[in-house]
């Protein structure tokens, strides 16, 4: 059966300017993180991914390390965009990184010429993709000076190979590091990806982060919008000592009781609003037009959709926005 996209999908989930860039982002991108890969039969893939885009989201974030091996969630999302998308790749922003273990030996990580190179060529050809619109530094290189890496990038845009460039996991301080030399390249650095949910708050608020972004024309894109889950009404009675935490959130472990308490009460907020805590996470987010997009994951229709409904309540009150950041203290 041929796939045709929904004609009203640009009428469900709103847009966001990045910064006074010209990239536009939906404000929920899909994200393949965990949720698709080699251990997920395709057609499941598949239908999740077109149902993501028939509700208005064309951002897909992608990284050569995700999936259950490396690059399988890149070859899924390239096995139904050759199949199903391709017609509306204009549409689409179709975001990778690189800087994680990829590949075998020393030059199969971190963000050297040759090994951001190499990995944006493969990420192209798991995709089935001539370009990627955005693609990203995905960690800080403590051993790679930083101007080879600005560099590097550079030449990829040069190349025809990206649109923009981006950074993730990096602190405010390596961000403008960063920057600068993209300014004086004239590269088109648009976002600094990282993790920020209401429980971690650090790596985006400190030190003037989104100020920073927003002084060179850039915007943050937030992942892990539910702490792993956290955020949502499953472990409203406790989580296991083993929970798979992100490394950002890792201190969450060690005051579980405090956790379980400010969970709680954010639930009881969501409550009040008609939402579910997943759904206020996400407005929370969203209440700073410097964030640009939030990436999240869903390996169910059901799933993505209970996110997507956020969309029909982003405006949070003073009042609310007060005893949220009560309960956050």
Do not use: C
């Not at 004239?186 to 990806?193: E, G, H, I, L, S």
């Not at 400190?206 to 539910?226: F, K, R, T, W």
């Not at 472990?235 to 950002?248: A, E, K, N, V």
């Amino acid at each position: 059966m041929v796939y045709a996209a929904q004609e009203d999908r640009y009428e469900k989930v709103p847009a966001r300017r990045v910064s006074d860039s010209g990239l536009i982002l939906p404000a929920l991108s899909f994200g393949l993180w965990r949720n698709l890969g080699d251990q997920k039969p395709l057609a499941n893939s598949r239908e999740v991914i077109l149902k993501a885009f028939d509700n208005g989201i064309y951002s897909f974030d992608n990284a050569s390390n995700y999936g259950p091996s490396n690059g399988s969630a890149e070859e899924t999302f390239g096995a139904v965009f050759n199949s199903d998308l391709k017609a509306y790749r204009d549409e689409l922003v179709i975001t990778t990184k690189a800087g994680y273990h990829m590949w075998p030996g020393p030059l199969g990580e971190f963000s050297g010429r040759k090994t951001l190179r190499a990995a944006l060529d493969l990420s192209l050809q798991r995709m089935h993709l001539d370009y990627v619109d955005i693609f990203y530094a995905h960690r800080w290189d403590p051993n790679t000076n930083l101007e080879e890496t600005a560099v590097a990038l550079d030449s990829l845009v040069r190349q025809g190979k990206a649109l923009y460039v981006g950074v993730s996991n990096y602190t405010a301080e390596q961000t403008l590091a960063i920057a600068e030399i993209f300014k004086e390249l004239r590269t088109p650095f648009v976002t600094n990806q990282v993790s920020y949910n209401m429980l971690h708050r650090n790596e985006a608020e400190d030190h003037d982060m989104l100020s920073i972004l927003d002084q060179h024309h850039a915007g943050l894109v937030a992942y892990g919008p539910l702490a792993e889950g956290l955020l949502t009404d499953r472990y409203l009675g406790g989580f296991p000592t083993d929970f798979p935490l992100h490394r950002t959130n890792a201190g969450l472990a060690d005051d579980p009781k405090g956790t379980v308490a400010k969970l709680n009460a954010l639930n009881a907020v969501a409550a009040d609003r008609g939402q579910t805590l997943a759904q206020l996470a996400m407005a929370w987010l969203l209440k700073d037009p410097r964030v640009a997009s939030i990436v999240f994951g869903a390996s169910s229709i059901d799933h993505l959709i209970d996110n997507i409904k956020v969309t029909d309540n982003l405006e949070l009150s003073v009042e609310e926005l007060q005893k949220i950041e009560n309960i956050l203290k």
